[in-house]
């Protein structure tokens, strides 16, 4: 392969990664990029890291295909700003799509299918709705892959039927060492922590109760499509830092103010697994599924609350009182995401659906993460913290007043 800048290479490589991380940079991306550098240090692999957009060779295959009517003859002309011929042999090409749109970049790799003995995508957003509106022909393109992997759950059978390839569900993951909170256990300093989609009503209760000084508020102040982090490791170890001393952190099912979208169908986003990791005490609105007892089935693995709660600060005075029960939470949070949803569990589902061998260095992970579960789950005291919470109570009108102050 002739060196690049756009290509990583390594001489054992068995796997090519396909990664879009130079593309499309956006925040919600950064935990599909830990998946990739995960990957790269598991296993040996190769990173084709493609860097000129898309967007113009997107719109010549639409007009192509609007006037021809044959969707392989607008993909045979539309212009490739990326290419790539592959000059040597992998047992295994794999790329992530955040959503059924990516595909166009799989062709940047020119005779990927004949160079790679086999060949899987993880589409990490396929909603049924979306298929129906729109997405269905793009699905078509998935079909030279051996099979496919799907982040939401009830598009399994549909993409299968579409594609007629073998598809499954893969759960969402997190690097769950650097997410964990021992040996280290820095001090909670954050009372609450609520990033990503929020209800208005929620964020608006919580920012009086911060302006008052009775909690340390934790929350985004960017919004919107521009949110690129041009270093997604950084944002990874930023938010791990910031979770590993948060206490309560709100988590939602994925999309849940976006119903449109979803067409009401719940799935698991990946701030479960971000929050139990980091040993937070997770509180929220979890799918009602049975996939996601499957994958949370300990006990107070989210604490049910709704949307919108304008009396937030009653349900953490409320939570403040039971310092034991917190604690447990805490602690079966963090195990259970070292022994069940690191992204080596992940990995080995992948390889174990192609017929490939795990590596040595996936060997030597999964005895680290068995033993940081055993040291943190055999009795670690963590020392509660008081909240200016404690001692919340109503008043004769139904307000909340507060007896104490919260040292930060």
């Known amino acids: 392969m002739v060196k690049r800048t756009d290509v990583i290479v390594r001489p054992d490589a068995r796997v090519l990664v396909l990664s879009k991380r130079k593309l499309h940079q956006h925040v919600a991306n950064s935990c599909l990029f830990e998946f990739e550098d995960m990957i790269a240090e598991m296993d040996a692999a190769d990173l084709f890291l493609p860097q000129y957009s898309y967007d113009f060779s997107i719109e010549v295959f639409k007009w192509v295909k609007r006037f021809t009517r044959s969707r392989w003859l607008a993909n045979a002309v ?11 042999d992998y047992d295994l090409f794999f790329t992530i799509l955040a959503n059924p749109m990516d595909v166009f970049q799989i062709d940047s790799a020119r005779h990927w299918r004949r160079r790679c003995q086999r060949a899987a995508c993880y589409v990490v957003e ?20 051996d099979h496919i992997f799907l982040g939401v759950h009830h598009s399994v059978d549909l993409v299968a039927e579409i594609t007629g390839r073998p598809c499954s569900y893969l759960p969402p993951a997190v690097d769950a060492i650097k997410f964990c909170p021992y040996p280290v256990l820095p001090p909670r300093s954050i009372d609450i922590t609520y990033i990503g989609r929020r209800s ?23 919004q919107g499509e521009v949110f690129n982090v041009p270093h997604p490791r950084e944002h990874r170890s930023l938010l791990a830092n ?11 099912l994925a999309n849940v103010d976006q119903p449109e979208k979803t067409g009401s169908i719940q799935e698991i986003g990946y701030r479960f697994m971000e929050g139990a990791a980091a040993g937070t005490v997770m509180i929220g609105v979890p799918p009602a599924t ?11 693995a989210v604490i049910p609350i709704p949307f919108h709660v304008p009396d937030i600060g009653a349900v953490l005075a409320e939570l403040d009182t039971q310092p034991e029960r917190l604690e447990t939470i805490r602690r079966n949070n963090v195990v259970n995401a070292l022994l069940r949803h690191d992204w080596l569990y992940r990995w080995q589902q992948v390889l174990s659906t192609l017929g490939l061998e795990p590596t040595a260095e996936m060997q030597a992970r999964s005895a680290q993460l068995q033993n940081l579960a055993a040291a943190y789950g055999d009795g670690v005291a963590v020392q509660p913290r008081v909240s200016a919470l404690n001692g919340m109570s109503r008043d004769g009108q139904g307000r909340l007043s507060a007896s104490a102050n919260l040292l930060i």
Not at 137 to 144: D, G, N, R, S
């Open 290 to 300: 049975a996939m996601f007892q499957r994958h949370f089935d300990w006990e107070d």
């Open 200 to 222: 208005a009503i929620t964020h608006q209760a919580l920012l009086q109760l911060a302006e008052q000084g009775k909690l340390h508020y934790y929350y985004d102040t960017a």
């Open 126 to 145: 396929a909603w049924q709705s979306c298929i129906e509106q729109g997405w269905k022909p793009l699905l078509e393109f998935l079909k030279e892959f």
């Open 242 to 252: 910031l979770l590993k001393r948060t206490r309560y952190f709100v988590t939602n």
């Open 78 to 88: 539309r212009p490739d700003p990326n290419r790539l011929t592959l000059d040597r």
